[in-house]
């Protein structure tokens, strides 16, 4: 019996060596160390032998056992060392080879033309205010002369929340509130931007969302020419210096007079296209004298100061400077058309 244990351990770790893989290691266990292996068949017939014989066959026995086991451990130690070497070796990188640099991101257009709106007008001594884009009904409306049931509030489509009272912003306008109660009496020019909100078709020229820049500037003797010339020398820092502007009579409840801003049209120079509709003049904003109402309801004396207050869709201002046609792409998350403007 010890000479047949002494062929076994023999044969088992010539086996052992052959094997190559994980799953051959698998097969050697249960072939030599499993219930129905070899050496299970050797502990099984110890029984057999002559009872002076069985404590030696079967110590020699166990101790082959512990010597397999351990032989099995570092083969399966010395398998995985040589899978990883082969797999370092298949998957070398040469560290010679140039990097691949990092994607790099753009700037949205939104963003930067809202820069360029930010830098235009702090030469000019505007500073940014910001304002909430949930508002009351009284900010967005009441105190900007736009009592409940005001034909002028079918002007804006407002998107209204289950709280009473309570709305998205459908302009900056509310705004001038804020920026005129946080300053007065003192005299104020800021610019208002955030984002806006209202009930409308999507369309190539219109969104439920966009983005809208708001003008205001109070203290006295400001007059209509003093918003001339801001509004023209925007005009000639944004889309070049051989713009021209043009201001058309108009109705906003929050100014009086109020008047509507035209540029002639970038894309035919005033020569008239399909862009301008033939007229040779695109709008660009809409403006005015800030109404008695609202200076009052700011907390000042329209005796005393007047104002002036525009507002401009900042999309609308890059779509007349890249020739952008729809609207829709701005908010659309396509990156091909972010990568266009690195």
């Known amino acids: ?93 040469d560290v010679t080879l140039p990097g691949r640099p990092p994607a790099l991101g753009h700037i949205h257009l939104s963003n930067r033309v809202l820069r360029q709106i930010y830098a235009i007008f702090a030469d000019m001594g505007f500073q940014v205010f910001s304002s909430p884009e949930v508002e009351t009904d009284e900010r967005n409306f009441q105190l900007l002369n736009i009592p409940p049931h005001h034909p002028a509030r079918d002007m804006w489509s407002t998107f209204y929340t289950t709280r009473e009272g309570v709305l998205l912003r459908t302009h900056t306008s509310p705004g001038q509130i804020w920026a005129m109660r946080t300053y007065c009496p003192e005299p104020i020019r800021v610019i208002l931007p955030g984002k806006c909100y209202r009930y409308e078709q999507v369309t190539a020229r219109s969104e439920s969302q966009f983005h809208q820049v708001e003008g205001l500037a109070v203290g006295e003797q400001i007059t209509m020419a003093d918003l001339k010339g801001v509004i023209a020398e925007f005009a000639r820092r944004m889309f070049g210096p051989e713009r021209r502007v043009r201001f058309r009579c108009s109705y906003f409840p929050f100014t009086e007079p109020s008047v509507e801003v035209d540029m002639d049209c970038v894309l035919c120079g005033g020569a008239g296209c ?69």
């Not at 019996?1 to 050697?28: N, V, Y």
């Not at 403006?287 to 200076?295: R, S």
């Open 1 to 93: 019996m010890l000479e047949h244990i002494a062929r076994l351990e023999e044969e088992a770790l010539a086996g052992l060596e052959a094997a190559s893989t994980s799953e051959a290691l698998e097969a050697w266990k249960r072939a030599y160390l499993g219930k129905k292996g070899a050496l299970s068949e050797v502990l099984r017939s110890l029984g057999h032998l002559p009872p002076e014989e069985r404590p030696r066959v079967g110590q020699v026995a166990n101790d082959l056992r512990q010597r397999l086991e351990a032989a099995l451990e570092a083969r399966r130690q010395a398998l995985r060392e040589e899978l990883f070497r082969q797999a370092l070796e298949a998957e070398r990188v």
């Open 274 to 342: 399909r862009v301008c509709k033939y007229t040779g003049w695109v709008e660009i904003m809409g403006a005015g004298m800030v109404h008695p109402v609202v200076l009052r309801n700011g907390g000042y004396d329209p005796d005393r100061v007047s104002g002036f207050a525009f507002g401009m869709g900042p999309e609308r201002i890059a779509m007349l400077k890249y020739g952008i046609d729809d609207i829709r792409v701005f908010f659309s998350g396509d990156l091909r058309f972010v990568r266009q403007f690195p």
